[in-house]
């Protein structure tokens, strides 16, 4: 066991409160990280908000990087001392996993929202009772996390923890669904709807690959102006007229639409603004949505559901760390440094729109 500090939810909805808990030795199949950043994502957010009253106390928080500090007997990929990212937990073995596309492992719910491993049991206690862990294979808000070793990526040891800790996540999520499911040609056009951290690796994933014109959709005036200054031609605010202007902007309508909000009625203006034979990409959280599919079916396009941007991170995380120090993936702009214990702070700048991507760091 090791004596560890965890931000707690106590019961759906409450404030995180950092607390100590006991962690648990790493099994053979897994590995204990010092945690040396973690992000905060509306996930967690709106997570912890709807969790299940019978999964608490819970330890959220999927966004982390640190160092190896011990690795069970049959780990072989990462080794004590290496520098890593955590990204969410997959079996390996089932059919979506052996083709590449762990996001959509069979076993995906019991080992990355079940409240604990696959096999019901956390390693995460407190003063002897069970606390619930597990989340996303990791729940890194803590000073230490016992992980899969499927759910460590190795990156360099002087990549900032700042940067490291977003790529498991958001950063992954937003620029795989670029890279990875969209794949646009240089050129095509493509609307970013939503200027938090998902949407903004979108847009910096489709500069990066040449998309001409790239258009971002956010209220929040600081988000539109970081998103002009990552390469966007232009930048709104939503309200009436914003349909007619994105299909004016984009040559009457867009290739791509990545929706990141998560809200009905910006799915479905994300249809209007696409030209005939676009692709829609929906990667928010949200309700349900109601679409005309004989209007879909006359443009033809295209609907696709994405899951932490249908990525490998073992191949993925790496190639975005080969965009960021080439200058093309500048995930560092949209970060902002809270302490651990100030998590309450973090949690409440990204709720006011005046942080796009809080990072918890660890002294």
């Not at 409240?115 to 990791?138: I, V």
């Given at each position: 066991?090791?004596?560890?500090?965890?931000?707690?939810?106590?019961?759906?909805?409450?404030?995180?409160?950092?607390?100590?808990?006991?962690?648990?030795?790493?099994?053979?199949?897994?590995v204990?990280?010092?945690?040396?950043?973690?992000?905060?994502?509306?996930?967690?957010?709106?997570m912890r908000d709807?969790?299940?009253?019978?999964?608490?106390?819970?330890?959220?928080?999927?966004?982390?990087?640190g160092?190896?500090?011990?690795?069970?007997?049959?780990?072989t990929?990462?080794?004590?001392?290496?520098?890593?990212?955590?990204?969410?937990?997959?079996?390996?073995?089932?059919?979506?996993?052996?083709?590449?596309?762990?996001?959509?492992?069979?076993?995906?719910?019991?080992?990355?929202?079940?409240?604990?491993?696959?096999?019901g049991?956390?390693?995460?206690?407190?003063?002897?009772?069970?606390?619930?862990g597990?989340?996303?294979?990791?729940?890194s808000?803590?000073?230490?996390?016992?992980?899969?070793?499927r759910?460590?990526?190795?990156?360099p040891?002087?990549l900032?923890a700042?940067?490291?800790?977003?790529?498991?996540?958001?950063?992954?999520?937003?620029?795989?669904?670029?890279?990875?499911?969209?794949?646009?040609?240089?050129?095509?056009?493509?609307?970013?709807l939503?200027?938090?951290?998902?949407?903004?690796?979108?847009?910096?994933?489709?500069?990066?690959v040449?998309?001409r014109?790239?258009?971002?959709?956010?209220?929040?005036?600081?988000?539109?102006?970081?998103?002009?200054?990552?390469?966007?031609?232009?930048?709104?605010?939503?309200?009436?007229?914003?349909?007619?202007?994105?299909?004016d902007?984009?040559?009457?309508?867009?290739?791509?639409?990545?929706?990141?909000?998560?809200?009905?009625?910006?799915?479905r203006r994300?249809?209007?603004?696409?030209?005939?034979?676009?692709a829609?990409?929906?990667?928010?959280i949200?309700?349900?949505?109601?679409f005309?599919v004989?209007?879909?079916?006359?443009?033809g396009?295209?609907?696709?559901?994405?899951?932490?941007?249908d990525?490998?991170p073992?191949?993925?995380?790496?190639?975005?760390?080969?965009?960021?120090?080439?200058?093309?993936?500048?995930?560092?702009?949209?970060v902002?440094?809270?302490?651990?214990?100030?998590?309450?702070?973090?949690?409440?700048?990204?709720?006011?729109?005046s942080?796009?991507?809080?990072?918890?760091?660890?002294?």
């Amino acid at each position: 066991m090791r004596r560890v500090r965890a931000a707690v939810t106590e019961t759906p909805g409450a404030p995180f409160t950092v607390r100590d808990a006991d962690l648990e030795d790493p099994r053979p199949d897994e590995v204990r990280v010092r945690m040396t950043a973690v992000g905060i994502c509306h996930t967690d957010l709106g997570m912890r908000d709807t969790w299940p009253r019978r999964l608490t106390p819970m330890v959220f928080g999927h966004e982390g990087a640190g160092r190896v500090e011990a690795v069970g007997a049959e780990v072989t990929g990462v080794a004590p001392g290496d520098h890593v990212c955590l990204s969410f937990a997959s079996c390996g073995t089932c059919e979506q996993c052996a083709a590449g596309h762990p996001a959509y492992c069979h076993a995906a719910h019991d080992r990355n929202l079940s409240g604990g491993r696959a096999d019901g049991t956390s390693p995460l206690s407190r003063e002897g009772m069970p606390l619930h862990g597990g989340f996303f294979g990791q729940s890194s808000f803590a000073t230490h996390a016992v992980v899969h070793e499927r759910g460590v990526v190795r990156v360099p040891s002087d990549l900032p923890a700042a940067v490291a800790a977003p790529l498991g996540c958001s950063g992954q999520t937003g620029a795989g669904t670029v890279l990875n499911r969209l794949r646009p040609e240089p050129g095509s056009s493509l609307i970013v709807l939503g200027a938090g951290g998902v949407g903004l690796s979108a847009l910096m994933a489709a500069v990066a690959v040449g998309c001409r014109p790239v258009v971002a959709v956010d209220p929040v005036a600081s988000r539109r102006a970081l998103a002009v200054e990552l390469g966007a031609e232009a930048a709104l605010a939503p309200g009436d007229g914003l349909v007619p202007a994105l299909r004016d902007l984009t040559g009457g309508g867009a290739h791509h639409v990545v929706e990141t909000t998560g809200r009905p009625e910006m799915a479905r203006r994300a249809v209007g603004a696409l030209r005939p034979r676009g692709a829609l990409a929906l990667l928010g959280i949200g309700g349900e949505v109601t679409f005309d599919v004989m209007g879909l079916l006359a443009q033809g396009v295209r609907v696709h559901g994405v899951l932490e941007g249908d990525s490998d991170p073992g191949r993925f995380i790496p190639e975005l760390v080969g965009l960021h120090r080439r200058g093309l993936f500048p995930l560092d702009r949209l970060v902002t440094t809270f302490p651990f214990e100030d998590i309450g702070a973090a949690v409440a700048a990204m709720g006011d729109g005046s942080v796009v991507k809080p990072v918890l760091t660890f002294a």
